[in-house]
């Protein structure tokens, strides 16, 4: 439990700056130092070996920070939404955690709300107004 404390701090904290402009300014400039560089070593295997590897180990960690900061943003985003549903009269609480039913119940909760719209839509085509809840 606490080297996943650990690890959630550290991967927010690596995000954080790893996404800030200096960081990026950085990444850059190594980038046009290593190809200044290239005449001095004569684009030898060893220059292109220098920079294939650099950037392979910080690209293979830089996943796992990434996904870490995308599955709590993913997970927060989804309590929001599940509480604005629980909160909102008349919303049907049978989507609560929708994120978690499998593919084919997904698919017919997604089947009823795109009729709900296509209806919606040919209402407004009418005229109509495209508000309200379509239950009694």
């Not at 109509?128 to 809840?133: A, F, L, R, S």
Request: hydrophobic content about 45%; overall charge negative.
């Amino acid at each position: 439990m606490r080297s996943a404390i650990w690890y959630s701090r550290f991967a927010k904290a690596a995000a954080h700056f790893c996404g800030r402009p200096r960081v990026f300014t950085l990444a850059v400039a190594v980038i046009v130092v290593w190809v200044i560089t290239g005449p001095m070593f004569d684009f030898s295997d060893t220059w292109q070996l220098v920079i294939n590897t650099g950037t392979t180990i910080i690209t293979f960690l830089m996943v796992f920070l990434i996904q870490n900061t995308q599955n709590r943003d993913t997970e927060a985003i989804q309590v929001k939404l599940d509480e604005l549903i629980r909160a909102t009269q008349g919303a049907h609480n049978a989507l609560l955690d929708l994120e978690e039913l499998e593919e084919e119940n997904l698919d017919a909760f997604k089947a009823k709300y795109q009729a709900l719209a296509a209806g919606a839509r040919t209402d407004l085509d009418l005229g109509n107004q495209d508000t309200g809840t379509p239950e009694p």
